[in-house]
């Protein structure tokens, strides 16, 4: 064991017949997936290490050869076990964990991988700790927009710089002005839901604190982001499909 790293769990499949595949995040090797034998047994010591959505400390003897790693110890540092006992924060954790795994596939820059890190945590101390789940999710959202650089225009019209907003559309990237939205037939919102667009763009680590004592935006505002993601990524979500046929999202 002369490895080791500090790392947030992602999933735990079964393998095999008492084991399983634990895919974590490391600051030291980005996303990983090791092999944790005899997990499914009652008396094994790495249960509540390698439960997902903690942060866990992982021995073991790094193998650069193969795609999986073979787990010795997991010591579990902060195990954020609320999540596990509730429905809701459970599925945001999966939709966390899902475009988590798709934002970092083949990710080896160390610096994005550290800043991502401290993203991750951040977020799963904050789902466990708090119940504005509306507040969470657009935080997500809005997260992994501006990871992938696709993040929306809220300043003024994607298209001709207007202030005069009425629209947002997810085609064009952002807020459209009355007289761009004549030609392109996109929906009009309301002013409520264009400032909470707004205030929703300009989210960041640093001010979701503050956020939270915000009014909860309405599950429009969340659908849009959304959508923003599903057009600009082409990815489905199927954790996101799990929120609305629970009526998480109201």
Known sequence: MNDQST??????????E??????VLSKELGLVTFIAKGLSKI???????????????????????????????????????????????????????????????????SLIIETYYSYLKQTFDLLSSTDQHHHLLAYILISFLNYYGIAPQVDECVICGSTQINSISTEEGGF???????????????????????????LNSENITRYLSYQEPPSTLIRILVDFLKFHTGHPLKSWEFIEKCSIIK
């Open 7 to 16: 790392v947030m769990v992602l999933s735990q499949t079964e393998y095999k």
């Open 18 to 23: 008492s084991d399983a595949l634990v895919k």
């Open 43 to 109: 008396n094994s010591k790495n249960r509540m290490g390698c439960l997902p959505y903690g942060e866990s400390l992982f021995m073991y003897d790094l193998n650069e050869l193969s795609n999986l790693q073979v787990l010795h110890t997991a010591q579990s540092l902060f195990p954020n076990l609320k999540i596990h006992d509730d429905l809701e924060k459970s599925s945001i954790a999966s939709l966390i964990v899902e475009l988590s795994e798709l934002l970092l596939k083949n990710e080896t820059d």
């Open 176 to 202: 459209i002005c009355q007289n761009c939205q004549k030609e392109l037939q996109s929906p009009i919102y309301s002013l409520e839901i264009l400032k909470d667009f707004r205030v929703v763009g300009k």
